[in-house]
C-alpha cells in the first residue's frame, strides 16, 4: 500500500524559510516520479515542483522558480521541497504525489498535506 507522508510545515514569516519532506513507503521509491502541488483555500490545486526518479530532471513553477528547490533521497525514500523568500501567496497546504511518470492525475498517489502558513 502506497504511503506518502508530509512534514515540515508551519507558521513563517515573510522571507524566511521552510524545508517540507515527504517519507514514502509501499512502492519502489527509485523507480517512481515525485512532485509537489499546493493548494490555497477557495483555490485550485496547482503545480508546484517534480522530480524524475533519478533527480536527474526538475520543474518548477515560474511563481517558485529561484525561491524554491527540490530534491530526493532515494536510500531514505524521501523528496523534499526547500522553500525560500516565502511570501504570503504561499500559503497553502503543501501534498506531495508519486507517480511513476510525471503526468499527474487524481489517480496518482497523494499524501494528506501540511500546512504552510506565511505570515506578512
Known amino acids: 500500500q502506497v504511503q506518502l507522508v508530509e512534514s515540515g510545515g508551519g507558521l513563517v514569516q515573510a522571507g524566511g524559510s521552510l524545508r517540507l519532506s515527504c517519507l514514502a513507503s509501499?512502492?519502489?521509491?527509485?523507480?517512481?516520479?515525485m512532485g509537489w502541488f499546493r493548494q490555497a483555500p477557495g483555490k485550485e490545486r496547482e503545480f508546484v515542483s517534480d522530480?524524475?526518479?533519478?533527480?536527474?530532471?526538475?520543474r518548477y513553477a515560474d511563481s517558485v522558480k529561484g525561491r524554491f528547490t527540490i530534491s530526493r533521497d532515494n536510500a531514505k525514500n524521501t523528496v523534499y521541497l526547500q522553500m525560500n523568500s516565502l511570501k504570503p501567496e504561499d500559503t497553502a497546504v503543501y501534498t506531495c504525489?508519486?507517480?511513476?511518470?510525471?503526468?499527474?492525475?487524481?489517480?496518482?498517489?497523494w499524501g494528506q498535506g501540511t500546512q504552510v502558513t506565511v505570515s506578512s
Open positions: 504525489v508519486a507517480d511513476r511518470v510525471r503526468v499527474w492525475s487524481d489517480s496518482s498517489d
Open positions: 522530480i524524475s526518479w533519478s533527480g536527474s530532471s526538475t
Open positions: 509501499g512502492f519502489t521509491f527509485d523507480t517512481y516520479a
